[in-house]
């Protein structure tokens, strides 16, 4: 598969080539940013919750910390002293947000930073009965855990507001990429699929993730953007397709009412809607994969859906 910066034009050529980059959360989406902006970059650094990982990473040319999700270090602190860009993609709980609560204040005192892109979820938006909601739509969460990332959203406006510093809500949908597909669960025995009747999702290709940060944190863009393809789907097309392509036979249909799930994935159900994207137009962004079709297409096509 291609690096993921060769698959999208960089937004504004040279906007961020001094740029020190923080990340908060190096997870599946920041991590793919991070390689995405590895060595385009004035510099990169991020967190991970675990020594091993930072190993891992450090040894692949990616500055990792260490932040556990409640103990401040002066690694970090001092790291987010020079920052230009924050990013941040730890999720918060019931307590607040752990990153604004162990380094707030020296996010405050950071002089040089100039932009924060906080990676939230359509997840805000809760139950719309199919309908279509946009960047506009008011949040209305339906979990504790959606109600969680709003007060999280507004607590990082706010200090932006504060700091006179522009906040991006990356809102993003379904996020699916190498390592984590339809594929990987046909190869497992996980793949399943699910009918609940007029159920639809979004979803986003992880390197299409990378590509909006970029283009955002180059335009300094501030408000809400959602972050997710073209095209809401019906979760069992989504594997019918991916079937097809890998040469299974087609899966049964199994009611919603009757599968067996865990509470989590049950909540994602409880939620039904159609998310417009229309504000990636304004960063200069035309994804790769505005659809699951076309992204389970090269996944399988380059062998890469089993991971980098």
């Known amino acids: 598969m291609q690096d993921a910066s060769s698959q999208h034009p960089s937004p504004q050529h040279g906007a961020l080539q001094d740029a020190r980059f923080f990340i908060f959360g190096l997870g599946f989406s920041s991590l793919a940013f991070a390689r995405r902006m590895k060595g385009r970059v004035g510099s990169l650094a991020g967190t991970v919750r675990t020594k091993e990982k930072a190993e891992r990473l450090r040894a692949a040319g990616i500055d990792a910390l260490v932040f556990d999700g409640h103990a401040a270090s002066d690694a970090v602190r001092e790291a987010l ?102 594929f990987v669960n046909l190869e497992d025995g996980s793949a399943r699929r699910l009918v609940k009747p007029g159920q639809i999702f979004n979803r986003i290709h992880v390197d299409d993730i990378a590509a909006v940060i970029e283009a955002a944190a180059a335009r300094r863009a501030t408000g809400v953007f959602n972050v997710t393809d073209d095209e809401p789907a019906p979760p069992q097309d989504v594997v019918a397709y991916a079937a097809n392509l890998a040469g299974y036979p087609p899966l049964p249909d199994i009611p919603f009412e009757t599968a067996d799930l865990s509470p989590m994935a049950r909540s994602f159900y409880a939620e039904n809607k159609r998310v417009g994207n229309a504000r990636l137009a304004e960063l200069g962004v035309t994804l790769r994969y505005p659809t699951y079709r076309d992204a389970l297409t090269a996944l399988w096509q380059s062998g890469a859906w089993r991971g980098r």
């Open 81 to 182: 002293g020079s920052a230009t860009h924050l990013v941040q993609s730890v999720a918060p709980g019931d307590h607040g947000d752990p990153v604004l609560a162990a380094f707030g204040t020296g996010i405050r005192a950071a002089s040089g930073l100039s932009w924060i892109g906080y990676l939230s979820t359509v997840g805000v938006y809760g139950d719309h009965g199919g309908g279509w909601v946009d960047e506009a739509t008011a949040p209305r969460p339906g979990s504790q855990r959606a109600r969680n990332r709003v007060e999280a959203e507004a607590a990082w406006t706010a200090l932006g507001a504060e700091r006179g510093i522009p906040v991006a809500l990356l809102r993003l949908a379904g996020i699916y990429g190498p390592g984590r597909n339809t």
